[in-house]
């Protein structure tokens, strides 16, 4: 059902002719989803259909023979007010429905349901991706009667009672009369945000014509400024512009000159695919102001009092500048809506979850993701200019990253200097905590923080393991090994079904009790590899076997392991070194028609002995010999072969039943985690049969017991 909006320009007015979505001049005034004929549920009660004399009432279907002009239609997300599904057969309704459904069985059970409850779940993150909403109202409708009401944010899932919408249409006609009385806010949207109006659509394109270099700014201007994506102007408040900073070579205000401001944005740069949990977006903005483009981080935090928000992180490391620093520079922003009442989600009542409050930050870089690495070296260089912040921010503001990932990295270039201003950026400090608090752990603290993916194999391995200085260190290996195995050229990447097995052996699968898989924890430990291939002497091949040369040496530190398998959660060392044997060593595919070949990579360290195993320190107790990798790699100039990138590869395996995930879970201290079967079933199933964040969204009816969502 469409709406207007009403800060939406006059409708009498000529609308743009490249840049207004056509569905703004003429649109439904209900917009309903397609449904696919579904046969008759045999097994439902009769007393659930409709009856006979009810069907005679409706009207006849059009005649197929009967002159009908082309119908084009396309679903207007960017001005969907409310989302009406409509199921015909109970069997693949979302929910329970009928006269004899009982309190606290809803959900029902098996694939059918679940999968209809995660394309509603879809509907609504389309139009939560095109607009700037705070939560989405939904009718689940049935055909034997039967309908509910769902009021759906970041962290729940509210679902009326079923009632009987033949019996009782009244109640549709009353809430959507309801609904149409409500403001803004009270249906959902943003009121921070507006519809950005003709003149400044107009210095949004204007600005976007101004750039011509660097590529990536042009290509994520391109993209903001996609036809049918509405204009909205966002307030952010507690913000400077970038010609107001001075050089911060010396102790100030992280954020001089403050003020509201105002932003034009459009297209996310970079959207979540779940509607659970922080549900981040990224825009590159116009600042109205100064009339040049900056970038916005929109995300919902955990509402937890005790965890540090990442403004506030950000200031910490602002606080006492550098050219060293490599992080992105935060012109400001904070949580959204008033001082002391934030936007935040809805949490049903017996429901142990955190709140979720909204919060917007503007930084002044425009960057672009690890993954848009044009060569291998510019990839080396960024994960050095990443590195280079990690180890100011935790030796000269004692903060630890926590998060190292592909997400996380970015490459940037001053599009003032174009030329040598290449530099990598660490950017998300959200998970960031300091050295105090790493030492002394809450007693409570059971959950892992991170992106799966690049974990380190001992923390996956031992999910009670304190997160510490050289899981971070271990994550930048992971790091350059999976930009290395999905972009360039070795024995695996020949098939992509191959390709995507290795990746998900290594990055992705999971035990049965919440561990990372063996295949991760054996390599490394073992200083194996997962890629092969790779040119002999390449800089880039010899880094990362330094790498793994250096992770194994510090597996070997004296009690590091010992400890860990001494711990109740696993039981005796012996039941562990037993799986290990069990196991051998990992096998490196070498190519479609040879034998799989093992290649371990040799320390370079000499052999231990009972005298030096007592003074041995671990490689990963600081940054020095890791960073030390990456300057020889870089410094080797003239052996940096070129290899050619595929950037398709990334896209290819989105449709592979073993893909390495397009979305990765986080968890952070106090926060739901998601366990790791469940990881692993995100990950097996192809695309579109998912259903992103259903594990950490909470489910509940008036006056019904409260479950989480079993997808």
């Avoid at 904070?334 to 955190?354: F, H, K, M, Y």
């Amino acid at each position: 059902m469409k709406a207007p909006h009403p800060s939406a320009p006059d409708a009498s007015q000529e609308p743009t002719k490249d840049h207004t979505h056509p569905e703004a001049r003429h649109a439904p005034q209900v917009s309903t989803t397609s449904i696919t004929p579904e046969e008759p549920d045999e097994s439902a009660d009769p007393d659930e259909l409709v009856d006979s004399d009810e069907r005679d009432d409706l009207p006849s279907p059009p005649d197929p023979s009967a002159d009908r002009l082309p119908l084009h239609a396309r679903t207007a997300w960017a001005w969907l007010e409310i989302v009406i599904e409509v199921k015909g057969s109970t069997r693949r309704a979302p929910f329970s429905f009928g006269p004899h459904v009982k309190f606290g069985t809803f959900l029902p059970h098996g694939d059918a349901h679940v999968l209809s409850r995660g394309q509603s779940l879809q509907y609504c993150l389309q139009v939560l991706h095109r607009q700037h909403r705070l939560f989405v109202f939904t009718i689940s409708i049935c055909g034997n009667g039967y309908a509910r009401f769902v009021r759906l944010d970041h962290s729940s899932a509210l679902v009326s009672a079923q009632f009987n919408y033949i019996k009782h249409p009244e109640i549709i006609g009353t809430f959507l009369y309801r609904l149409s009385k409500l403001d803004l806010a009270g249906r959902g949207y943003d009121p921070t945000t507006t519809l950005a109006s003709k003149d400044e659509v107009a210095k949004f394109m204007a600005m976007k014509s101004r750039y011509e270099s660097p590529y990536f700014i042009v290509k994520s201007l391109n993209r903001a400024a996609t036809e049918g994506w509405p204009f909205y102007k966002l307030t952010v408040d507690d913000c400077t512009g970038p010609s107001q900073l001075v050089e911060r070579d010396t102790p100030q205000d992280p954020l001089p000159l403050r003020g509201s401001r105002e932003y034009v944005v459009c297209r996310p740069m970079y959207a979540s695919s779940s509607i659970a949990g922080r549900a981040t977006k990224g825009f590159v903005a116009l600042d109205l102001i100064e009339g040049i483009a900056v970038f916005i981080k929109d995300t919902w935090r955990p509402g937890e009092p005790t965890v540090r928000t990442e403004k506030s992180i950000y200031e910490h490391l602002w606080a006492e500048p550098s050219r060293e620093m490599h992080i992105p520079t935060l012109l400001g922003g904070g949580d959204v809506g008033l001082p002391n009442a934030p936007q935040r989600t809805i949490i049903p009542e017996g429901v142990s979850i955190l709140p979720r409050i909204h919060t917007r930050l503007v930084f002044k870089e425009v960057c672009a993701s690890l993954e848009d690495f044009r060569s291998p070296r510019e990839l080396v260089g960024a994960l050095a200019g990443a590195l280079r912040a990690h180890r100011w921010a935790w030796e000269k503001r004692k903060i630890l990253h926590r998060d190292v990932s592909v997400g996380n990295i970015l490459i940037y270039e001053n599009p003032d200097n174009p030329e040598g201003s290449m530099r990598g950026l660490l950017c998300d400090w959200e998970l960031a905590k300091t050295e105090a608090q790493i030492r002394n752990p809450r007693a409570t603290q059971a959950s892992r923080s991170g992106t799966w993916q690049f974990m380190s194999a001992i923390l996956l391995w031992f999910p009670h393991k304190n997160h510490q200085l050289s899981d971070d260190l271990e994550s930048f290996m992971h790091v350059l090994t999976w930009c290395t195995m999905m972009y360039l050229p070795h024995n695996t990447s020949y098939s992509q079904v191959a390709l995507a097995s290795v990746m998900f052996n290594f990055f992705d699968s999971t035990t049965g009790d919440n561990r990372g898989s063996h295949h991760k924890f054996i390599t490394v430990r073992g200083g194996y590899s997962p890629i092969s291939g790779l040119p002999p002497h390449h800089p880039l091949t010899v880094l990362l076997e330094t790498l793994a040369g250096l992770c194994k040496d510090h597996y070997d530190t004296p009690g590091m392991i010992d400890e860990l398998e001494r711990t109740p959660q696993y039981g005796i060392r012996s039941n562990v070194e037993k799986d290990m044997d069990d196991l051998g060593p990992p096998t490196i595919y070498a190519s479609s028609d040879e034998e799989g070949s093992k290649v371990q990579y040799k320390s370079k360290r000499r052999p231990l002995t009972a005298r030096t195993r007592a003074v041995f320190a671990s490689p990963l107790a600081d940054h020095a010999e890791i960073f030390a990798a990456f300057q020889t790699a870089l410094n080797a100039n003239r052996l940096w072969l070129p290899l050619t990138k595929h950037p398709k590869t990334r896209r290819a395996l989105v449709y592979t039943p073993l893909a390495s995930a397009q979305s990765s879970k986080r968890t952070a201290d106090g926060i739901v985690s998601v366990t790791g079967n469940n990881k692993k079933r995100v990950r097996e199933d192809t695309p579109g049969t998912t259903v992103p964040g259903m594990n950490q969204l909470a489910i509940s009816t008036p006056n019904d017991d409260v479950f989480n969502a079993d997808s």
